[in-house]
């Protein structure tokens, strides 16, 4: 388990190709994007300087999901992100970035927790397997963003109508950060 906390060391050739130290073998971007979305934490250097490329190739990964189609960034997100390393505001950006993502996944977290307190199936016969099944579907969604959830501990009972409520209002509190932080990050911008 340990091994795991510890960042795959894929490393550089001069020929560009790209080497899993742990298996042994040469690896594509995709298969780093794979590693990424399981959960691993990757680091990529160049064998000859040493010299760290994760964020490089990190970056190339994305623009290559962007350009099949695949988009997850809209246009005027990324004219912001070109913007922001010309302003002021690039000291800040990287921290919104991470405490949006951050409330991204503490938000996917408590929808599936909410999603076994309310639901009446959880009692059914199953219920555990499709549960299984839903989050590897929304970590795969997500590209392994979410965190792990296991559902209700034995012996809670559903949901009470005051919880779901202060439930909603967690989301709604963490909706209306999200929103004073692209305010304030829009007004930085003009």
Do not use: C
Not at 142 to 160: I, L, N, R, V
Request: zero cysteines; proline letters at 4%; charged letters at 30%.
């Amino acid at each position: 388990m340990a091994e795991d906390k510890k960042p795959l060391l894929i490393k550089r050739y001069a020929s560009r190709r790209l080497y899993n130290t742990e298996t042994s073998d040469y690896v594509t971007l995709e298969d780093i994007a794979g590693f990424i979305r399981e959960g691993r934490e990757v680091q990529i250097v160049d064998l000859k300087s040493g010299d760290d490329l994760t964020r490089q190739y990190l970056l190339q990964i994305i623009a290559e999901h962007e350009s099949r189609g695949e988009t997850m960034l809209p246009v005027n997100v990324l004219t912001d992100l070109v913007r922001s390393y010309t302003d002021q505001a690039n000291s800040m950006v990287p921290q919104f970035l991470q405490a949006s993502f951050e409330m991204l996944r503490d938000g996917q977290s408590k929808m599936m927790e909410n999603m076994a307190k309310v639901n009446p199936m959880a009692q059914m016969p199953g219920f555990e397997a499709m549960q299984a099944q839903q989050q590897a579907f929304l970590k795969a969604m997500t590209g392994g963003m979410s965190k792990q959830w296991s559902g209700p501990e034995k012996g809670e009972g559903d949901a009470t109508p005051a919880a779901a409520a202060e439930d909603d209002e967690d989301l709604n509190e963490i909706k209306r950060q999200l929103a004073d932080l692209q305010a304030k990050l829009s007004k930085m911008d003009k």
